[in-house]
């Protein structure tokens, strides 16, 4: 199973970018998946994730400019910034929970993407 992200580039401060992240591989079931980001020298942190279900959570950094959703029919997570600020220049990671195997022998696990360089000029 692998993440494959896409969309990350250089970005005028004011403008809109998508990140798109597609599941390759056999899978059993995808539960939760979401973006991470990590500035410079900083942590990575959660930006939103989604569940199966479609039900949302976002960090309080990104609510109002950030938009997750998903296509659980091609297994991908996209990310939508509105309006990107300097400060949200960032390596951005997709990630699911994922169950592999059979139904009848199966696990969970964390899957990550290679992560996607936004840049956001001013």
């Known amino acids: 199973v692998q993440l494959q992200a896409s969309g990350g580039g250089l970005v005028q401060a004011g403008g809109s970018l998508r990140l798109s992240c597609a599941v390759s591989?056999?899978?059993?079931?995808?539960?939760?998946m979401g973006w991470y980001r990590q500035p410079p020298g900083e942590q990575r942190d959660l930006v939103a994730d989604i569940s199966s279900g479609g039900v949302t959570r976002y960090a309080d950094s990104a609510k109002g400019r950030f938009t997750i959703s998903r296509d659980n029919a091609k297994s991908t997570v996209d990310l939508r910034i509105d309006v990107p600020e300097p400060g949200d220049t960032a390596v951005y990671f997709c990630?699911?929970?994922?169950?592999?195997?059979?139904?009848?022998?199966?696990?969970?696990?964390?899957?990550w993407g290679q992560g996607t360089l936004v840049t956001v000029s001013s």
């Open positions: 990630y699911a929970r994922i169950r592999t195997g059979t139904y009848l022998a199966s696990r969970w696990a964390d899957y």
């Open positions: 591989g056999s899978t059993v079931e995808i539960n939760t």
